[in-house]
């Protein structure tokens, strides 16, 4: 989300409704990406929460106008990987393939369609990654900043994203690149 | 936009918001921080207001395709604009406005009117305009689901594009189809619904068009530069009148496999004028006979070619990566010899070691 530069500098310096304003505006996908995580309301509100009480306390340690949202999601996801690891919540690597391969032989038609079922199945950096870069509009280089790995290796993960989530989908769309990585 | 986009956001655009708890926790955040600091901030309590609730918008279809209708549409100021439009923002989509063919279909479903603007098949990818229009100004959360294909495909692909004009939607749809063979093409394209996030309307719309091929004269290359265990294969460029669309495999080792996961090729170009540009690929696909399962057949899309220029040299490079489990991600950068095309005479060559041009930091910033 672009905002303008002028609202994002008065924020970093202190102007409290400057910040307000953009914390408001960001809301929706502040939550969406925290729902995606802890899977319940009350919960994305409590990592909602964190996250504006931590952008509240920190925005000044932002150096770039340019990276605010990139800042801001950073710090959503954290609060929702934080959440899920001390509620014990976090779903693991073996677990997850595990679920996929039961589900490749038994998941019908109908849970092959729902998009978010298949996004949810993704190890996490998988899911960060497509999150990002799909529904939060980023560029690599900003996934690259939020995930903290090299760009070539965040684009390695979107297109092994992608292809894990063709595979959960398949036969429902036709995948441009066609690839199986299995 | 590709389907995947389209499919991940609308997940996300499904997950409810509760608009009215965000922004109470936003205010008290903001009341709670500027009382005098405690010692212990306390757990808030989460207010409980209902949750707001999407409308679906459930109308009965009524489908029409008139010549009052055509008419009305041809009023709307961005009808015939859309590349224009879009080419305020994206370099080299003024050609596609002046070689595309007009194709002029409209239709209307509960309020909502589809018109299909302008099309281009450049014998690698269907590139065509939409604009909708409602009985009352739409909001920048709208878009069109429903993803077109081709009858001569296999099944939907490519990537949509949109943004809000004038309060009306506008759209550029593209679907890869190498085949230069192909004299002409076939687009289905059945939307399904206009999703706003005041609600989603679903209509009773079909469009099914024919495009002609733009002539196209490729220049069939062979050439193949190999490092690190990876090679390239440059197999064809064809230089249009609305872009350049290079053909291209990627063919690794077995042995690196054993090692990395995962491979990508892809290009950069530079003119002789000095000018650098992005060459997004359209997508590949594995092909009969591939040694390896990153053994992958390119086709890559570059536009807004400066018409000065009488040669262009693509620059491939790649990246080899692994992930493994509990291990921090690791990728390695390859750079490949170049390959230089002479426009003027149809001729190509090796140029050994080049030095990597440099694409335009904030150009990049706005892809």
């Not at chain 2, 004038?166 to 759209?171: A, K, Q, R």
């Not at chain 2, 197999?235 to 080792?253: G, I, M, P, R, S």
Request: glycine share 6%.
């Amino acid at each position: 989300m672009q905002h303008d530069e002028e609202v994002i500098t008065a924020a970093i310096e202190g102007d409290r409704i400057a910040l307000q304003q953009l914390l408001k505006s960001e809301k929706e996908r502040l939550y969406r990406m925290a729902y995606t995580y802890v899977k319940n309301e009350d919960d994305a509100l409590e990592v909602f929460q964190q996250t504006v009480l931590q952008a509240i306390e920190s925005v000044h340690q932002v150096k770039e106008p340019y990276y605010f949202s990139t800042w801001l999601v950073r710090i959503c996801i954290n609060k929702a990987l934080a959440f899920l690891k001390n509620n014990k919540k976090l779903v693991y690597m073996d677990e997850v393939e595990d679920r996929n391969l039961e589900n490749s032989t038994t998941a019908d038609v109908a849970e092959r369609l729902d998009v978010s079922s298949a996004l949810d199945s993704l190890p996490e950096k998988f899911k960060t990654a497509l999150m990002l870069r799909y529904y939060q509009d980023f560029t690599v280089k900003q996934i690259a900043i939020v995930m903290e790995c090299p760009e070539g290796t965040v684009k390695t993960t979107l297109h092994r994203g992608l292809a894990m989530l063709k595979k959960d989908l398949k036969g429902v769309y036709a995948d441009e690149r066609q690839r199986d990585f299995n | 936009m590709n389907d995947k986009e389209i499919l991940i956001k609308n997940a996300m655009q499904n997950i409810k918001v509760p608009e009215d708890r965000l922004e109470s926790i936003i205010d008290d955040a903001f009341y709670e921080t500027s009382k005098p600091k405690k010692n212990k901030r306390k757990k808030w309590l989460i207010p409980t207001i209902a949750a707001a609730v999407l409308l679906i918008g459930l109308f009965t279809a009524t489908l029409s395709a008139s010549p009052v209708l055509a008419n009305y549409m041809a009023q709307v100021p961005v009808i015939g604009n859309v590349f224009s439009i879009f080419a305020e923002e994206e370099e080299g989509l003024i050609q596609y406005e002046r070689f595309s063919d007009d194709v002029k279909l409209t239709q209307s479903s509960n309020g909502i009117t589809i018109s299909i603007d302008k099309a281009v098949y450049d014998g690698t990818n269907v590139t065509f305009t939409y604009t909708v229009t409602a009985n009352k100004e739409l909001d920048d959360s709208a878009y069109l689901t429903g993803f077109p294909q081709l009858l001569e495909g296999e099944g939907p692909a490519g990537s949509m594009d949109w943004k809000l004009a004038e309060g009306s939607l506008i759209g550029i749809n593209t679907i890869p189809h190498l085949d230069e063979e192909a004299a002409q093409v076939n687009v289905l394209w059945e939307p399904k619904s206009l999703y706003t996030d005041g609600g989603e309307i679903e209509g009773d719309w079909k469009f099914e068009f024919a495009v002609d091929q733009l002539k196209t004269d490729p220049i069939i290359l062979d050439e193949i530069n190999s490092e690190g265990g990876v090679s390239i294969h440059f197999t064809e460029v064809t230089f249009t009148d609305v872009a350049v669309n290079v053909a291209y495999q990627q063919l690794v080792e077995p042995a690196l496999l054993e090692i990395w996961e995962a491979v990508e090729v892809e290009l950069m170009a530079a003119d002789d004028l000095g000018n650098v540009y992005l060459v997004p690929y359209n997508g590949g696909t594995t092909y009969a006979g591939a040694r390896t399962r990153e053994d992958f057949s390119w086709t890559a899309t570059m536009r807004g070619l400066d018409p000065l220029a009488t040669s262009l040299t693509f620059y491939p490079f790649g990246h080899v990566s692994r992930m493994e489990e509990g291990k921090e991600p690791e990728s390695i950068r390859i750079e490949f010899d170049a390959l230089e095309i002479n426009m003027l005479e149809g001729t190509y060559q090796i140029i050994e070691d080049p030095e990597f041009p440099v694409y335009d930091e904030e150009e990049e910033e706005k892809r």
